[in-house]
């Protein structure tokens, strides 16, 4: 097992599970108190994997690194099981925000 720090100098290197493409359209909210709003952003998810989530949008406005947030998302149909569909609702802090190009990532937190 190694031991040493992790120095490694992106993000993509120092990521404990491997990320995975996805697209989903979702709805998210600063769930912190003192900036809890009726505010909801829309946007799709860019990826994921077990601890995190990628999220573009057109509209950052009032969220910061370290704000926590919820998203609802709307599984892909399966024409198979339309009925079974359910939205998701994921907890998660900002980890990373760059408002130049749309996108933050997240980690998950319990609800």
């Not at 601890?51 to 969220?63: A, F, H, K, N, R």
Request: glycine share 6%.
């Amino acid at each position: 097992m190694n031991t040493e720090p992790d120095h490694s100098s992106t993000p993509a290197e120092r990521r404990r599970c491997a990320r995975r493409p996805i697209r989903l359209a979702i709805s998210f909210r600063c769930m912190a108190p003192n900036l809890r709003t009726d505010k909801w952003h829309f946007g799709e998810t860019r990826d994921a994997s077990m601890d995190g989530l990628q999220i573009s949008s057109t509209d950052l406005s009032g969220l910061d690194r370290g704000t926590e947030i919820e998203v609802i998302c709307m599984p892909a149909v399966d024409r198979y099981r339309q009925h079974e569909r359910h939205p998701v609702q994921i907890r998660g802090r900002i980890i990373w925000l760059d408002q130049a190009s749309g996108r933050l990532g997240i980690t998950y937190t319990d609800p």
